[in-house]
């Protein structure tokens, strides 16, 4: 018996979910559900489209619907909505109003014994476990999270909506000389600017004014102001050949001190690097939708992230076959 | 209420602990136990030593007991007796007989209502946590473990039991362009010598046959003759200056692809540089005695495992701040 799973929202993250189950053997997908019109959506995999507003009649058909909305507008209102039917997973991931989005969807698992895990990709995810890792094992230290090399979705919107832009795409890098002072165990304190850089690629419209594009990006507050930002004019042909990826990664890094007289150091550094940020945040997804259907079947019921999953119930191994091969 | 804390066996790990549990606000030691005569035996921060023999007498008075014995000797006989009084936690490493051992815990954890949780560190810890992880969120891919550079215990003893040999110590290196090749997704398949150097620090008798020696050392079966091989002879005040210590380290590494076609690479890596290889391991094994208490305080009792604990067990901090601000 495979876990049946429903994909909400059929966009680069929804289609990353429905590669990831074609390659898991536990698991099928039932169905895409959209708010476009289905008969104009075709998925890649061949999976039937349904109609989002209809989907409540799949409620025994479906263990896990994987909610691949935006977090802006979709999700809020969404993950609630459809734990009223379904054990359902996101990737909420507006870190300030988790709190909230937490005590919305927990309301109506509980209500409804439906189980909800929200939050779940790297950062919220990944990178949060090993926040949490690095904290409790190394009570008396420092943590870093750095992002990037990679594209920001919210910063290349706000290059293109500049005057005269005809596209964009920014990139986030740390600073290099900021992660050896942090992998050397020196615990520096770190300013916004001293962390990460901010670099543009900029195809601008003919004739526009390119050093007033430039001005504008790099004074634009919350944005750019407070980073030290490389502005490159190029191309829509080099553009389109070498700027279309979502690549992505970054770090966290825990450095602490053990010992009576706190003198020995220790660095705990968790790493990745993504060709596709939408496809990997897809297959953490489909990962901790294995744990929900798990958890559910177990009788948990109520709102769940990361932090409260034990790490077997996201391999499709057994335990015992999880103790002999990976412990 | 601090948790309540015992420490069974007081070397390196023990010691560890000990400090560990200082520094962590939630916890108490109550008691060191030791199979030598307590009064030979001082403690760090003055904590009571008593007879292991007697320990069961605590049976009332201590939470959790963190077992610091060796996997050789100590922990297949130590862990299960102590289970039939306490909730225990040790870091038996012996990855071969982990299903025997957690089968003999298992069992007497449920016949006397109490909680184990067994092979807790680094490797078996963390390491295996990063694998587990890894496999589950690239299902298509291949996982890298390398160790070091560090001390391995067990080479070094072997070192010191060639004839000629004063004082050795061993480390174990990863193959740097190994290590570049996994870093950049190619997925190499490596044999034993092509992912570790040994490297061996040796002060010889004076007067011995340091060719003899050196010859020993490098044809050694299981230990030495499948890898590349250095031997450095220093002298005894070269070798208490700079060798006298235990750091290790390591890293996980699972590379692996996404996207119907699999054309999309990632690679997630955990890495650690420990300055002391017990301290460390003994700073895991007191976060997860803090799971440990927070579990049998809620009902569960039988044998557990990294796989089996939710991180927030981990973190001394409520759910609600661990999502405020960890998530």
């Known amino acids: 018996m495979k876990i049946k799973i429903g994909i909400a929202g059929y966009g680069n993250l929804g289609k990353g979910v429905e590669s990831a189950i074609h390659y898991s053997d536990d698991m099928e997908l039932v169905a895409v559900f959209t708010r476009r019109n289905p008969d ?20 025994d058909r479906i ?4 909610l ?7 999700l809020p209102t969404q993950t609630p909505e459809l734990a009223k039917y379904f054990t359902v997973i996101d990737s909420f991931d507006t870190h300030a109003r988790i709190p909230e989005h937490f005590s919305n969807v927990d309301e109506v698992c509980r209500a409804n014994n439906t189980l909800g895990i929200i939050s779940v990709g790297w950062d ?25 090399r990679g594209v920001s979705q919210g910063h290349s919107d706000a290059v293109r909506r500049v005057p005269g832009v005809k596209d964009a795409r920014q990139y986030t890098i740390p600073v290099e000389s900021a992660l050896a002072a942090v992998r050397e165990g020196k615990n520096p304190v770190l300013t916004t600017r001293e962390k990460h850089i901010r670099e543009c690629f900029v195809v601008a419209e003919e004739g526009a004014d390119l050093q007033a594009i430039e001005d504008t990006i790099k004074t634009m507050p919350n944005y750019f102001a407070d980073y030290d930002t490389i502005v490159h004019f190029i191309d829509q042909e080099e553009f389109n050949r070498d700027h279309l990826g979502i690549p992505h990664g970054g770090v966290v890094i825990r450095s602490g001190k053990t010992g009576m007289d706190g003198d020995r150091n220790h660095v705990v550094e968790f790493k990745i690097t993504l060709d596709s940020n939408p496809e990997f945040t897809a297959s953490v997804l489909v990962a901790y939708a294995r744990a929900a259907f798990r958890m559910r079947s177990e009788g948990t019921v109520g709102c769940k992230t990361v932090f409260d999953i034990a790490p077997a119930y996201l391999h499709p191994s057994s335990p015992e076959e999880q103790r002999k091969n990976l412990l």
Chains 1, 2 share one sequence.
């Open 40 to 59: 104009d959506v075709k998925t890649l995999t061949g999976a039937p489209v349904y109609d989002l507003d209809k989907i409540s009649e799949w409620k």
């Open 63 to 66: 263990d896990v619907v994987i």
């Open 68 to 74: 691949c909305g935006g977090s802006a507008n979709d």
């Open 124 to 148: 919220p995810g990944l990178f949060s476990l090993n926040r949490l890792l690095g904290q409790a094992i190394l009570p008396n230290g420092s943590d870093y999270t750095f992002w990037g």
